[in-house]
């Protein structure tokens, strides 16, 4: 079942991605230098330093690039009359409007957009969540479920439990965050757990769904 989309699109809405109804397919690129099971050492509720971040601001690139190449999947579900309108919304919410001019085609926009990211200058955690946030609103503006790799999902959650916006960090805090269908676990306390989607679409707002405490059994 696919999420349902609350506006027209092109517009933001709060898709819920719970359970198994999103999954991943394939893997995008390597979000992570390294295990994201590893990431428990870059989180301040660890014993680990705090300004050991190297992990955290690392080159993400290629994994922009291929988010951009994922949005292009989603828009070429939409119909032609809505693909500009589309294109241009996700551009302006992913900070990517000069990346490519307006007057491409819409599609062809998109592509020029990923090979100036994948050219360019170096980018950290902080334009890949923009990216990842605007995929999420595009894909609920169409109903449909983007695919992000389980350890992108990795790398934006560790970012929501230290710099995402107080009310994530806030239910986040004093847990131990699972992915069910990865192999990515940190922090210290009971553990949450959900689909690595799940969980980054809560951190990133495009779900109000958090990650539920694990069953036993």
Known sequence: ??????????????????????????????????????????????????????????????????????????????PASQQGALVTTFLDDARLTREAPADRDPLPRLAESAAAVRGGKKRGIRPLVHVSRALFRLAGSLGLCPVIDPQVCGAIVLWGATSGPFDRRAVLSGHSIRATDSDWQFGRGPVLEGTALAIAAFVLGASDTPPQPATSG
Do not use: F, W
């Not at 719970?18 to 870059?42: F, I, N, P, Q, W």
């Not at 955290?56 to 994922?70: M, N, Y």
């Open 1 to 78: 079942m696919h999420p349902r989309p609350e506006s027209a699109p092109g517009t933001h809405v709060t898709v819920t991605y719970s359970g198994e109804s999103c999954v991943t397919r394939r893997m995008l690129s390597h979000a992570y230098t390294g295990r994201v099971s590893d990431l428990s050492k870059h989180l301040p509720l660890s014993n680990q330093p705090r300004g050991d971040e190297t992990g955290v601001t690392s080159d993400r690139r290629s994994v922009i690039g291929d988010l951009l190449g994922e949005a292009s999947r989603l828009v070429a579900n939409a």
